[in-house]
């Protein structure tokens, strides 16, 4: 089993395929937690837009870091909720494969924050998928798997 660090909630809207994509880790054992660097009251927001509330593990607020990506505090606080262990993070920017990095995860990458493929790759990503939609589909093939 491992533990995941989700960075999948971006502006003001969880992104397509992510609570999907949360049912189908924790239907394998994973543990997941989503980690945001936002203020509680948004992540709060976030969490109802999601309707994820009851199907994670945990997560994180602005209030239980220091700093924030890339530093790896986050991360850290993430799988600290999470229970430790290995973990495995999600993540849509180089800053999130640069803070896993950080704190000895692989990450997966997403096309949806902005960032190529390439940028992805060079700031840490294992592998990069264009969609949650896509990972789900070639998740047995991930880190996840």
Known sequence: EKALYLSLIVEVQPLEGARELIADLRERGHSVVLASSAKAQEVDHYLDLLDARELVDGWTTSADVERTKPEPDLVAAAVE????GDAVMVGDSTWDCESA???GLETIGVLMGGFSE???LDAGATCVFDSLLALRHELAGTPLG
């Open 118 to 120: 390439r940028e992805l």
């Open 81 to 84: 909720k999470a229970g430790g």
């Open 101 to 103: 990095k950080r704190a």
